[in-house]
């Protein structure tokens, strides 16, 4: 797979905090997108999701897409928020 995980986040504050202070455990993930990898990186996105998001303001997943088949591309705990769209893209 020449994919990486990228994770869409959340926009959320928690009360008291300032937008520039968020910490990864107050933002949730909202949408789970898959981008190419970056010319000349593997462990880089390029700059859209296969979708055609933006992945600017996205966080790459930690670790490698499974290669086992049958496996799914995404992370199992995110399976109820992957981008149906990115899903499509990678099943055909």
């Known amino acids: 797979m020449s994919e990486i995980v ?20 107050e933002r949730r993930v909202r949408r789970v997108h898959a981008a190419p990898m970056a010319p000349g ?3 880089a996105a390029g700059p859209r999701t296969l979708c055609g998001k933006d992945t600017f303001a996205m966080e790459t997943a930690l670790g ?13 705990e995110y399976a109820s928020v992957v981008c149906p769209d ?5 099943e055909t």
Request: aromatic fraction near 8%.
């Open 6 to 25: 990228v994770y869409e986040l959340d926009k959320l504050v928690t009360a008291g905090s300032s937008p520039g202070t968020l910490s990864g455990a």
């Open 86 to 90: 990115c899903d499509a893209v990678i």
């Open 41 to 43: 990186s593997r462990t």
């Open 64 to 76: 490698e897409p499974s290669e086992h088949p049958g496996a799914p591309w995404y992370p199992a």
